[in-house]
């Protein structure tokens, strides 16, 4: 059996912030006699890409809020700012479509936990979020790049 050597990957994740984080109960809420909640969910994403220095800075954010009918137990609203390093042999197109797609789906996990966790304390329950199509839900939402020469 051949040894396959693993590549060093062209991204590089560095580290990520909790840029915002606010939850607020909501103390009219009435649960439903099936104890279902309904949620809306929104999910943002932002980029900032500085080809000079290689690094990258990316937004990923949630809201959960009201559902269909306006009887939330809470609001939540969390963004994630993640910090990413990548190589300077790759050329600008092939980076900035890694970092869009590839850099979203790691931070995606940490912004999962945490809905999570700071949901599963609010003794609502615990939210957990769906797993998503990445690149599906970024083509949909169609959002541009912010890049420094």
Request: aromatic content about 8%.
């Amino acid at each position: 059996m051949d040894k396959v050597e693993p590549k060093e990957s062209v991204i590089s994740f560095l580290n990520y912030i909790i840029k915002d984080l606010a939850f607020s109960a909501n103390p009219d809420f009435k649960p439903k006699d099936d104890n279902m909640i309904e949620l809306g969910l929104s999910l943002s994403h932002s980029a900032e890409i500085d080809f000079d220095t290689h690094s990258a800075a990316i937004g990923l954010g949630c809201k959960v809020s009201k559902g269909p009918e306006g009887n939330q137990p809470f609001n939540m609203v969390i963004e994630l700012v993640g910090f990413f390093s990548f190589s300077s042999d790759i050329d600008r197109e092939r980076a900035a479509r890694l970092l869009r797609i590839n850099t979203t789906a790691i931070l995606f996990p940490y912004l999962r936990a945490i809905v999570s966790t700071v949901t599963a304390l609010s003794g609502f329950g615990g939210v957990i979020l769906p797993i998503f199509n990445v690149q599906k839900m970024l083509d949909e939402q169609g959002e541009a790049l912010a890049t420094k020469d």
